[in-house]
Structures are given as structure tokens and as C-alpha cells.
């Protein structure tokens, strides 16, 4: 068997929407995975048709679901993740999991301060109403056009959202915007450890859903730690 690979997805779309990724991986040469986050349906259908599945999980929950499917498997894999999945990657890389990670559009840790209005704006269908903690929330297109289509055209982004795209846990964002107010927060993400594998960082400039400057200043957290870490710009790509 090839080297283990884990895709961690973010909010908003479902596991298999790393299809693609499997596929191209596994022709590479690695064993390539794509779990689900806690009790997530096993199927776009099934998640729409039951939302309440993943309704109140937060950071830690899903951190440590990956961290115990890691744990079981033969060697220490590269872990991959978007968007949140990029949030939990530096997690599990802090906190000793896996071999290498690749965060691509890493939604804020704790000691991030940037808050751009279009990151504002892309967070608002969960943040904007404060009952939406303890439930899972839904795009609709023309939110998803914003938050992750806004660099590709709208039939794509329409085409997109109607094949991947998923009710989550609002949860992790409200977590994710107080983190900076929080003295435990679980947004906080072991930046100084040292003997980790190495992460990179990567960004869209044309994101809505996490900036660019917001990525730059997650990269300045790394700056007292002497382990691997390197970040790459994608001019033009959004979210």
C-alpha cells in the first residue's frame, strides 16, 4: 500500500466532495481517505434530508474523531483539509497527528485578528442569528456563489453546490469568531511545537470565505516554531 493520505473537508460540503482528489491520489501511488466528520450521513441526499445529524458538533469533536481515526491506522499520515478541514489539520499537526499536513484555505485560529467585511459577510448565514448554535445550517446558492464560487462562473457554482453541497454545524464558526475572547478557546492551535511533521499553507486570493490576509496572519503564528512551515498564494482562486 502507498502512503496514507486523510481529506479533512470544511463546512458546507460533504466528504465526497473529495472524490476527485481520491481519484488523482490514488493514481499517484498513495491510499488515499476521505471520512466523514461525526455522524455525517453517508451520502449528500441523506445529509440534506437529515440535518440534525451533525447539529452541535464542535472544533474538538470533530479534531478528536480524526485524531482517533489517525491513531488506527498503520503509519503517520499527510493530512489535507479545506477550509475548517484546514483548521483541524493544524490542529492534529500541533498536537503530534499525522506525518505532514496541507491546509488549503485554513479557516481563522485563535490569535488570527484580521475579519474582513467579506469573510463577515461569507460567515453571516450562521453567525447571523445566534440560535444557530446548536444547529446545522444550510447555503443557499447565492450564499455559496459568495462564500465559494465567486472565482469560477455561476453555472459552475451552481453545479457545484447542487452536487456537494451540505447542511453543518454552525457551531465551529461561532467558536472560530470568539476564539480571540476565549482564554481555552478550541480554535487555539499548537503553533510553537517544534517536532511536528511540516505544513503548508495555502491560499486564494480571490477567497471570500477566508482572505488571503487572513492565511498570511495565520502563517505569522508560526513564527516562534522552528519546524516546516511554508505558505503558497493562488492568484485569482476563491474559496
Avoid at 465526497?16 to 466528520?37: C, R
Avoid at 440534506?48 to 458538533?57: I, K, Q, S, T
Avoid at 447542511?167 to 517536532?195: C, D
Wanted: aromatic fraction near 8%; charge should be negative; avoid cysteine.
Amino acid at each position: 500500500m502507498g502512503k496514507p493520505v486523510i481529506f479533512i473537508h470544511g463546512l458546507w460540503l460533504h466528504a465526497s466532495s473529495w472524490q476527485p482528489w481520491i481519484e488523482l491520489f490514488t493514481e499517484a501511488g498513495y491510499d488515499p481517505v476521505a471520512p466523514g466528520w461525526p455522524n455525517e450521513p453517508g451520502t449528500v441526499a441523506e445529509a440534506r434530508a437529515n440535518p440534525d445529524a451533525v447539529a452541535g458538533l464542535g472544533i474538538d469533536d470533530i479534531t478528536n474523531h480524526f485524531a482517533a481515526i489517525i491513531a488506527a491506522l498503520p503509519e503517520p499520515p499527510i493530512i489535507i483539509g479545506h477550509s475548517f478541514g484546514g483548521l483541524f489539520v493544524e490542529k492534529l499537526i500541533g498536537e503530534g497527528n499525522g506525518a505532514a499536513g496541507v491546509a488549503i484555505d485554513p479557516a481563522q485560529i485563535k490569535g488570527v485578528l484580521p475579519l474582513p467585511l467579506a469573510q463577515l459577510r461569507a460567515g453571516l448565514p450562521a453567525l447571523g442569528n445566534p440560535a444557530n448554535l446548536h444547529k446545522a445550517v444550510q447555503l443557499t446558492p447565492k450564499e455559496f456563489r459568495f462564500g465559494f464560487g465567486n472565482a469560477v462562473d455561476e453555472a459552475e457554482s451552481a453545479a457545484l453546490y447542487e452536487r456537494w453541497v451540505i447542511p453543518s454545524p454552525a457551531r465551529p464558526l461561532f467558536q472560530a469568531a470568539a476564539a480571540n475572547f476565549v482564554l481555552h478557546s478550541q480554535a487555539k492551535v499548537n503553533t510553537a511545537n517544534e517536532t511536528r511533521g511540516p505544513l503548508l499553507l495555502i491560499s486564494g486570493t480571490a477567497d471570500h470565505t477566508v482572505p488571503d490576509v487572513v492565511t498570511r496572519s495565520t502563517f505569522k503564528q508560526y513564527r516562534d516554531s522552528t519546524a516546516i512551515t511554508e505558505l503558497k498564494h493562488f492568484e485569482g482562486r476563491g474559496h
